[in-house]
């Protein structure tokens, strides 16, 4: 029970992370400024949309998660130290540092947002993932005792005599 519990909450978790099942964002980027240092800092508006299944703790103690629905101001500096700086600067070691596109700073930004709310999430997810997989085991068990008692209600599909006859 432990193991299909634990395979199920994965799923879920997996399944929460995923773009368009667990969760749809957008990002207006309103400024891309290069910095001194060759750093970028991106500014702007992320508006974000949780599924409930998965996200059902955040829809009940976060009053500014409101029908599922975020959307707040963003700064992003992209360090060169970051994964995001790496992930944005295709162009490492050259004198101009790469400036990330709306698509790319959406990705990494919802992303982001998504992972810190699974994280907020993990003790529902837990729950739900073991009663579900309780469920299975017991839909499995129920099933395997039916077709046992089936069988031998029936008998024997065949006796040994027509085996040697036929």
């Known amino acids: 029970m432990l193991l299909a519990g634990g395979l199920v909450t994965a799923v879920l978790t997996m399944a929460a992370l995923i773009y ?3 969760y749809s964002g957008s990002v207006n980027l309103q ?9 970028v800092l991106c500014t702007g508006n992320v508006s974000m949309s949780y599924n409930p299944l998965f996200y059902f703790i955040s829809y009940c103690s976060n009053s500014s998660l409101a029908g599922g629905q975020i959307s707040q101001n963003f700064s992003l500096i992209s360090h060169s130290y970051t994964n995001l ?4 600067n295709q162009y490492y070691g050259t004198r101009y540092p790469h400036i990330p596109s709306q698509a790319e700073v959406q990705e990494v930004l ?3 947002l998504a992972w810190s709310e699974v994280q907020k999430n993990l ?4 729950i739900f993932g073991f009663l579900v997989g309780l ?4 839909s499995v068990q129920t ?3 039916k077709i046992i008692k089936h069988r031998k209600a029936k008998g024997p599909q065949f006796k040994v ?6």
């Open 31 to 39: 400024s891309t400024t290069v910095l001194a240092d060759r750093n």
């Open 123 to 126: 003790p529902y997810l837990l």
């Open 143 to 145: 099933v395997q005792n």
């Open 110 to 112: 919802t992303g982001m």
């Open 135 to 138: 469920v299975i085991i017991e």
């Open 85 to 88: 700086h790496v992930r944005f």
């Open 161 to 166: 005599e027509d085996a040697w006859t036929s």
């Open 20 to 22: 368009g099942i667990g």
